[in-house]
C-alpha cells in the first residue's frame, strides 16, 4: 500500500497543536489570571484530540475498517482519559464522574445517532453484520450495569454499602479484562478484511505511530494544565463540576475530526 504522507491539512493541525501546547504552557506558569490559561488549554486539548484521532485513523489505514475500529475504542480516547486520571488525582470526583456521563451520551446518543441519520441520508437502507451489532449491544449493556453497581449499592443500603470505592475499583479491573479478552475475537473476525479503499494509505505507518505518540505525551501535559487551571475557573465562572464535566470536558476531550469512511463497517444495498 503506497503512502501519501501529509497534506496540507494536516500540517497546518500540527502547527495548531505545537503554538496552542506552547501558549497553554505559558499561561499556566507565568500565571495570568484564573479562566486564561483554562481556556487556552481547552483549546489546545480538542486540537490535541483532533490530531490523536486522525493518527489513529491514518494508522488503520493499513490495518482494515476491523482494526481500525479497535484503535479508536482503545486510543482516540487518550486526552479525555488524561484528563480524568488527573482530576481523580486532585479529588475532583463530580468532574469526572459528570465526564463519564458525558461521553457516554455523545458518543452513544449524538455521535452515534448522527451517523446513523447522515449514513441513511446518502446510502439509504444499510444492514450492518448481526454478530458484530450483538456483541456491542451486550458490552454497553455490561458497561452500563457495570456503572450502577457501586451506586445501587450505596443507594438500597446493601451491606455492602460502604465499600463503593472497592467495588468500583474491581468492576473497572474486570470492565478492562472484559475488552482485553474481546480484541482477539474482533481482530479475527476482521483477519480478512481490506485496507482501506483506494489502497493508498495517508501516512506511512511509522509516521502514524510517531506522531500518535508526540500527540499523546502533548495530551498528556496538557491534560496537567487543564485540570490545574479547572477548579479556579469554576470559581472564577460561577460554574458547578458536573457543568465542567458533562461539558467543557467532554467538548475538549472529544476527537473532532474527519473520518475516512471504510467499507467494510456496514453494507449498504446495491
Known sequence: MEATGFAPKDVRLVTLCGVAAAAAGITHYIGVGDVIPFAVSAVALALLAALVG?????????????????????LGNLPELFVCL??????????????????????????????????????GTQRFAVERARTTALLLVLSVMAL???????????????????????????????????????????????????????????????????????????????????????????????FAGLVIVAIAGKRGRERRRHPARCTQPG
Not at 455521535?111 to 441520508?121: I, P, Q, R, S
Not at 478492562?176 to 482477539?184: C, E, Y
Not at 502514524?208 to 465562572?237: E, H, Q, R, Y
Request: no cysteine; proline share 4%.
Open 54 to 74: 486522525r493518527a489513529v485513523d491514518a494508522l488503520g489505514d493499513s490495518l482494515g475498517a476491523g482494526a481500525t475500529g479497535v484503535l479508536q475504542s482503545a
Open 86 to 123: 488527573f482530576a481523580l488525582h486532585s479529588g475532583l470526583y463530580d468532574v469526572v464522574q459528570a465526564a463519564i456521563v458525558g461521553s457516554i451520551l455523545s458518543n452513544v446518543l449524538l455521535v452515534l445517532g448522527l451517523a446513523f441519520v447522515v449514513g441513511g441520508l446518502k446510502f
Open 148 to 242: 450502577l453497581i457501586p451506586s445501587l449499592t450505596a443507594s438500597l443500603h446493601t451491606p455492602a454499602a460502604g465499600h463503593e470505592k472497592s467495588l468500583s475499583v474491581i468492576v473497572s479491573v474486570a470492565l478492562l479484562a472484559l475488552f482485553a479478552l474481546s480484541l482477539p475475537a474482533s481482530l479475527a473476525r476482521q483477519a480478512g478484511e481490506a485496507p482501506s479503499e483506494g489502497g493508498t494509505a495517508r501516512w506511512p505507518r511509522s509516521l502514524a505511530i510517531g506522531v500518535l505518540a508526540g500527540a499523546g505525551v502533548g495530551a498528556a501535559l496538557v491534560s496537567d494544565w487543564f485540570v490545574d487551571g479547572l477548579t479556579p475557573a469554576i470559581n472564577a465562572l460561577g460554574i458547578s463540576e458536573t
